[in-house]
Every structure is written in structure tokens, then in C-alpha cells.
């Protein structure tokens, strides 16, 4: 409790709203990414470390290939409606994940393991830049440097709760169900989004 009042000090009034559902979207972001890293580890992990400088190599190109349709989509689109596609596309994604690991475990191989990770490796990329693109819009510089502090405490207590929540539910659930777990703190995040952008 001293470490958040410590971290809030700095923080007007009227912005305690906004900075908390902040912190609560930064949450939910690393939440599910912390979720996801045992389904990570566990698929693209298959063909064992001599692979990892492959799936490094395959992160960096989907990344730069994926980065023009990015920029495309910022330019073209209200700062809600990119972000509610950006993430629903994980969402989406995420459930095409489950539903392949739920309905044909059978279809998963290395070839599906490594695109999971590739997967991953870009949607924590692109998942944190938009967050803190909308962060950049929605505070000015001088709001920054006294509300990022506790924003940024939100996603470091996301870094520790997400791993802490999937081992509890890994082993009543499984693996797959971890997957729709993270899509739901994903749409949770979506919701904090449209909070801090509505008029």
C-alpha cells in the first residue's frame, strides 16, 4: 500500500479515474501475455532450443512484414476502432488457437507449435505499442511524467499475477483453456480502452 500511495502522490484528482483504468488496461494486457507463455513454451518449444534462432529469425520477418499494415490501419482508422480491431484480431486468433487444440490436438504439431509462437512473440509486441500509443494520446507530456509511474505498477502486478493465475487454472483447465482465459482479460483491456477514449 506505501509503494502505490508513493507512486499516486504525484496524481491530480481528477486524473485518479483515468490513470486507474490505465493501470487496470496495462494489467489485463500483461495478464494475458503471461498467460499465454506456457502455451508458448510447451508448443513452439518442440523441436527443442537448436529451433529458437529459427522462430527468432520468423518473428523478426512476420514483424517487419506486418508493420506497413499496421501503420496503414493507424492512419486510417479512429483511435477506437483500430484498437478495438487490433484487439479482437488477437481474440480471435486466440480462440482459432483453442479450437484447434481443443477439437483436433491431433493437427498440432511443430509447424502449428511455431507459428503459436511467432503468433506470441508479435502479439506482445503489438499488444504493449498500442497500449502505450493510446497512453501518448490520451495523457499530455506533463500528465506523463506524474501518471505513468502507476500506470506502468499495473502491468508489473499483471507480469506477476498472470503467471501466478496460470498455474493455478493450468492444471483444472488445461492448456488450451488458458487461451480463452487471456482473450477474456483482452476484452477487458478493450473495455478500459473505450473508457479512456470516450468523449
Same mark, same amino acid.
Do not use: H
Given at each position: ?11 491530480? @484528482? ?14 489485463? $494486457? &500483461? *495478464? ?13 518449444? #518442440? @523441436? ?12 523478426? $520477418?512476420? *514483424? ?8 496503414? &490501419?493507424?492512419?486510417?482508422?479512429? @483511435?477506437? #476502432? +483500430?484498437?478495438?480491431? *487490433?484487439?479482437? +484480431?488477437?481474440? %480471435? ?16 504439431? #511443430? *509447424? ?5 509462437? $511467432? ?18 494520446? @490520451? ?25 501466478? &493465475?496460470?498455474? #493455478? ?8 483453456? %488458458?487461451? &480463452? ?8 483491456? %478493450? ?9
Amino acid at each position: 500500500m506505501g509503494r502505490a500511495r508513493i507512486a499516486l502522490s504525484g496524481v491530480r @484528482r481528477e486524473e485518479l479515474g483515468p490513470v486507474l483504468v490505465a493501470a487496470l488496461f496495462f494489467f489485463c $494486457v &500483461l *495478464t494475458a501475455l503471461m498467460l499465454l507463455r506456457p502455451a508458448r513454451d510447451a508448443l513452439g518449444m #518442440q @523441436r527443442g532450443i537448436e529451433g529458437i534462432r529459427w522462430l527468432f529469425i520468423g518473428t523478426a $520477418v512476420v *514483424t517487419l512484414a506486418v508493420n506497413p499494415l499496421f501503420g496503414w &490501419l493507424v492512419a486510417r482508422f479512429k @483511435r477506437l #476502432q +483500430f484498437i478495438g480491431a *487490433t484487439y479482437g +484480431f488477437f481474440v %480471435l486468433c486466440l480462440a482459432g488457437f483453442w479450437a484447434l487444440l481443443r477439437f483436433t490436438p491431433e493437427a498440432v504439431g #511443430q *509447424t502449428s507449435g511455431q507459428v503459436f509462437y $511467432v503468433w506470441f512473440s508479435v502479439f506482445n509486441l503489438f499488444a504493449t505499442m498500442v497500449f502505450w500509443a493510446l497512453m501518448a494520446d @490520451r495523457f499530455t507530456s506533463e500528465q506523463a511524467r506524474r501518471c505513468f509511474a502507476p500506470v506502468s505498477v499495473g502491468g508489473t502486478l499483471g507480469a506477476i499475477f498472470g503467471p501466478w &493465475l496460470a498455474s #493455478q487454472l493450468a492444471r483444472p483447465l488445461g492448456t488450451p483453456n %488458458l487461451l &480463452l482465459v487471456a482473450g477474456g482479460f483482452l476484452l477487458l483491456a %478493450l473495455s478500459c480502452a473505450w473508457w479512456l477514449v470516450r468523449p
